[in-house]
């Protein structure tokens, strides 16, 4: 399914998205890929979970109630959190794209999605995940 891409044993994948039926539906499809995945109704219960580093990749819906998905973009750069995302929104707009990939999401993809474009997203995400920690393991003391 992960055309290219091999999936690193126990890796783990948060959905953050407040429709309960696409969260729902994203955790089913990416459990079916073998993957732990989690689900949060909110940028604030993710944020507030205090779990975010042990995390491969998040799938983050852009327009939510309280804090959007480039707002969490953002807060968790600002925090040093190296966490791949991947955007998924039904309110696709040039903008709202570009500004999300230049602050370095690995993809952008626009609901409704093929499932092999979220696999092939998820694939990317967690061979950057394996720089960024292959990056931090080589880092001097």
Do not use: W
């Amino acid at each position: 399914m992960l055309e290219n891409y091999t999936i690193a044993e126990g890796a783990r994948i948060s959905i953050v998205d407040d429709d309960e039926s696409m969260r729902e539906a994203m955790k089913v499809l990416i459990g079916s890929m073998g993957l732990d995945v989690e689900g949060f109704s909110s940028a604030e219960a993710f944020l507030n979970s205090g779990r975010s580093h042990v995390f491969d990749c998040l799938i983050l819906d852009v327009r939510m109630p309280g804090l959007s998905g480039l707002q969490l973009q953002r807060r968790l750069a600002a925090d040093d959190c190296p966490l791949p995302i991947v955007f998924v929104t039904a309110h696709y707009g040039e903008e709202t794209r570009t500004r999300a990939m230049e602050a370095g999401a690995v993809d952008f993809l626009s609901k409704p999605f093929a499932e092999q474009e979220l696999f092939n997203a998820i694939g990317k995400s967690l061979a950057m995940r394996e720089e960024i920690a292959d990056c931090s393991d080589e880092a001097p003391n």
